[in-house]
């Protein structure tokens, strides 16, 4: 039963403190999302990888937000330094590229996410 | 631009029961339409999606969804809920090219 697998699941910190997310995709999925998840602003999409290049990370807070894909098993997500406002669920979720290159036809399969809490 | 609408915070239905929850939507183009389902703390998990076809989508654990584009409207039904179901409902919407843009979600209470 192949699934997207997160780590750590949660994360307690300290402001100002650097705070890695770390995500493993579906073996052979070649698109990778980065979502946050609040009650405030509900679910909201950071970044979007396709063949490990980034394609949109329009969504991220570019000053202290960033967010790689060094190889085609692991995504990364990495907030420095980080702020009380950045504590939420991040999401991790990967999908299979549709045959005419439209990965927003497919359904994406997430992650349990990363609980991260900014004392 | 692309949005969603999930007009109930909270759906509540006694088990056994149909249960509708209900989006809309707008776009400027032809929508392509999804349902996912988040149960406590864990990711969200596909349901079905409209992309074309047949305006009634059958999903997973016996949902089902209907695609009317006169009134930008893609309700997810169940014939006979069942506990649990309860669980937090996202419908989401994208024109193939851009972002899912998700709704705000819909809590699902069904009652023994």
């Known amino acids: 039963d192949a699934r997207v697998t997160q780590t750590p699941r949660h994360k307690v910190t300290e402001m100002g403190q650097e705070v890695t997310m770390r995500c493993q995709p579906i073996l052979g999925h070649n698109t990778v999302f980065w979502y946050r998840q609040t009650m405030m602003q509900g679910l909201e999409l950071l970044a979007y990888?396709?063949?490990?290049?980034?394609?949109?990370d329009s969504g991220m807070p570019k000053d202290r937000f960033s967010a790689e894909m060094p190889d085609a098993t692991l995504a990364t997500l990495k907030i420095q330094p980080s702020e009380p406002r950045d504590s939420a669920v991040y999401f991790c979720?990967?999908?299979?590229?549709?045959?005419?290159?439209?990965?927003?036809?497919?359904?994406?399969?997430f992650g349990p996410g990363t609980r991260l809490t900014v004392l | 631009a692309q949005s969603v609408a999930q007009p109930e915070d909270q759906v509540n239905v006694a088990e056994g029961n149909p249960l509708t929850v209900k989006c809309t939507y707008s776009v400027s183009g032809n929508p392509y339409l999804f349902w996912y389902v988040q149960y406590p703390n864990r990711g969200l998990q596909f349901l079905l999606k409209y992309i074309t076809g047949d305006n009634l989508v059958k999903g997973s654990y016996g949902f089902e969804a209907e695609f009317n584009k006169s009134q930008t409207s893609f309700h997810l039904k169940k014939p006979s809920a069942l506990v649990s179901d309860s669980a937090l409902y996202f419908c989401?919407?994208?024109?193939?090219?851009?972002?899912?843009?998700f709704g705000t979600g819909t809590r699902l209470l069904v009652s023994p």
């Open positions: 989401a919407v994208n024109t193939g090219f851009q972002k899912l843009v």
């Open positions: 990888f396709r063949n490990r290049a980034p394609l949109d």
């Open positions: 979720a990967s999908g299979p590229q549709g045959a005419s290159g439209g990965a927003w036809y497919n359904e994406q399969f």
